[in-house]
């Protein structure tokens, strides 16, 4: 009897991920900052966070069912995310209707018209985030103001509203708050952005899971300390403290779960480090020179076009190579 070896197509080693493992696993991460968005944001966080989710996973149903005539996958999880870290880059008390136009743009624009999940360039709820920033600035910049003496306030469109610590910094950088308020979320902001301790533990919860490496988020919090650590040294006067950099705005919740997006960020480590730095570099420049407050979404829009050009020059190296 003659005996034949079939060897299939690489790769041969399996560990057990999947797409729906990771995206939950990446939600399950997000729980303490959506918990502290609700204790300080109240009703506003809830009604944001649950209209953006139902929105993300309706347009990806109907784009896919009904004009991509493909089978619905909105069961791994992937829209649901996408839907939480839209209302995560949002004020708590935008209109639901704002809401459901920046789902639309990013799942129709930022995901779906490039094919679905793994085929977009650009991290989709930044591409939703960005559209609303520019079409509606107003109600996009409009920041209510955090009360840790009234939890889970039943507030929501008629919050009293104020300036966010990178306005303030933008101002001159008077009466900023003290770090510990940064740390637990004493300060206006979205939703998902104010606490800078919550978003510490999802991301020590990421790298205990293998979901992510340490690579980007090191790389791109490293630059922002050094390169405004550096303006702070030669102007004191002019420039804050670094400190206010990293725990402000939405560094941290972009560098931990927004640049970190598998299909737009590189595939090496190198490539990683090096698009990390350049996040931190654009979003420095643009919150130091430019007339936006905040630059991360549009450093890590910018970025992400460029992963294509990193992974092209900076090649991991195959499984037995020199």
């Known amino acids: 009897m003659e005996n034949?070896?079939?060897v299939s197509p690489?790769?041969?080693?399996?560990?057990?991920?999947s797409i729906s493992k990771n995206m939950y696993g990446v939600l399950i991460a997000l729980i303490p900052a959506f918990l502290v968005s609700l204790y300080f944001f109240g009703l506003g966080a809830l009604i944001v966070t649950c209209v953006s989710v139902v929105s993300c996973v309706a347009f990806e149903y109907l784009i896919t069912k009904y004009l991509l005539k493909r089978e619905a996958t909105i069961s791994d999880g992937s829209a649901i995310l996408t839907g939480v870290l839209l209302a995560f880059n949002l004020p708590s008390n935008l209109p639901f209707w704002i809401i459901i136009i920046g789902a639309l743009a990013a799942i129709g624009i930022g995901k779906m018209s490039f094919g679905g999940l793994g085929r977009n360039i650009f991290n989709p709820a930044l591409v939703g985030r960005v559209f609303l920033l520019i079409s509606f600035p107003a109600?996009?910049?409009?920041?209510?103001?955090?009360?840790?003496?009234?939890a889970f306030p039943m507030t929501y469109t008629d919050a009293?509203?104020?300036?966010?610590?990178?306005?303030?910094?933008?101002?001159?950088?008077?009466?900023?708050?003290d770090y510990t308020s940064l740390l637990i979320?004493?300060?206006g902001g979205s939703l998902g952005e104010v606490c800078a301790l919550a978003l510490l533990l999802g991301f020590i919860y990421l790298l205990w899971k293998k979901i992510i490496s340490w690579h980007?988020?090191?790389a791109i919090i490293g630059t922002v300390f050094i390169f405004t650590g550096i303006m702070y040294l030669v102007n004191p006067v002019t420039y804050v403290n670094p400190v206010y950099h990293i725990l402000s705005g939405g560094l941290l919740l972009g560098a931990i779960f927004m640049a970190t997006d598998y299909v737009t960020s590189p595939m090496s480590h190198a490539g990683m480090i090096v698009y990390g730095v350049g996040i931190g570099l654009l979003t420095s420049l643009i919150r130091l020179f430019g007339s936006y407050p905040e630059g991360m979404s549009f450093a890590i829009l910018i970025m992400n076009a460029l992963t294509p050009l990193i992974d092209t020059y900076i090649?991991?190296?195959h499984f037995g190579g020199k």
């Open 10 to 17: 690489s790769p041969h080693i399996h560990g057990g991920d």
């Open 139 to 150: 109600q996009m910049t409009t920041w209510p103001v955090v009360d840790a003496l009234q």
């Open 185 to 187: 979320g004493m300060k």
């Open 4 to 6: 034949n070896l079939y």
């Open 216 to 218: 980007i988020p090191v």
């Open 160 to 177: 009293n509203t104020g300036a966010t610590v990178l306005h303030l910094i933008k101002q001159g950088g008077q009466h900023l708050p």
């Open 315 to 317: 090649k991991s190296k």
